[in-house]
């Protein structure tokens, strides 16, 4: 699953995701614009996901990303793979990494390290 949180409505980034993901032979789920942690946890549970990749470049990132990682451990969902991407400064990815969120992967990472490290990692 794909999502865009927030009040962000850029989704370039996202949609060139979904088209690698499923080009890599992935089944890809697109949440669509400005979806809040509770609408992708209830869809990811519903749809029976492996992965949620989030994208949030307006700097909430800190806030929705481990929200919606909360709501996962609140339904008992733990074999969920969580990454996150986009603007994400260096200093935050360690408090990132210690709520769940992996990868998180800024502009320019290359298709092939998000696919492969999903590929690897998903549970």
Known sequence: MVTKLGLDGHDRGALVICR????????????GLFCTPQQVAKTAIEEDVDVIAMSLPNGAHLTLFPKVSRLLEEQNVQDI?????VVIPESDKNELEKAGITGN??????LDK?????VKNVK
């Open 20 to 31: 690698a993901l499923r080009g890599s032979g992935m089944e890809v789920i697109y949440s």
């Open 81 to 85: 793979l969580l990454v996150g991407g």
């Open 105 to 110: 992967f800024g502009p320019g990472t290359s």
């Open 114 to 118: 998000i696919i492969e490290h999903i």
